[in-house]
């Protein structure tokens, strides 16, 4: 018997994009992202039919419309409804993450290159991906630099699949030259790299690259956003409280008190006071 496929859509980018330039010694970050579009549509669908099953119910009150013409009118929205599946991938012990098929391939020789990511811890995923009308999962996936230095210069496609079912390509082109020290030293790629070694899980050098920033730039929002991060990965929390709240009052003064400050940074904070019961 044939097998239907899994109503699973698999989604891959790296660093936040599906095209790719780099230079040759930058790390890559890639996500990995599984729904069940199906299931989602279904349940768009559905929740349409009961709001026009409401308008005729309105309709049938205030007697615009005949009894038979309201039945058939009911019974037709009904039987219309659509069936909303669930799919569950993983399992405790062997996460959806694990099931990730990856595949690298050279577009001018065709050949594939072998293809490891590291998993990121940060933000974890939960083993189990139960891929209803609500479920969205996503998992992050790193090649570090010196991996990247060891493939060769040139256009790549990646895929990555779960159960069969393949992301589209992600194009990666992969410069011959290294970052020039121009860029290497702005903000935008200290952020990028300070990022980095958060999602790997670094506090170390979380706290390194945003240093990085704020000796150039003491009110950078970023820096100081990226410092908190790296503290609270070392599990200091009243340091990362007090740079979270640097961080708020540098934005009340870049963007005027009426402002409303970024939402992640009062999470932060709200996190961090209840943490240490304030």
Known sequence: AKMTAQPITVTLTGNYSSDIKMYHDEPLLLVVSVMNQEAQENSRWNKAADRMLNELEELLKAGKIKQEDYDREKAKLTAGKRNISSVTV????KPWTSLINWKMVDTRSG?????APKMMVNPSSEEVAIL??????????GIDAAEIKNKPAGVYELTAAVEGE???????????EVTPAIIAGS????????????????GEKTIEY?????????SSIDGLSLKGDGQLLQKSYQPALETYKKAVKEYYKQNGANSEPPEYLTTMIDYIKSELGQ
Not at 111 to 115: A, I
Not at 210 to 218: E, S, T, V, Y
């Open 111 to 115: 050949t594939e290159t072998p293809l």
């Open 210 to 218: 945003a240093g990085k920033i704020l000796a150039k730039n003491p």
């Open 90 to 93: 993983g399992s405790p012990g």
């Open 132 to 141: 209803n009308e609500k479920g969205y999962y996503s998992a992050y996936f």
């Open 166 to 176: 393949k992301s589209e390509k992600l194009r990666l082109e992969i410069s011959n």
């Open 187 to 202: 903000e935008a790629m200290l952020l990028k790299l300070g990022q980095y070694y958060w999602h790997l899980g670094n």
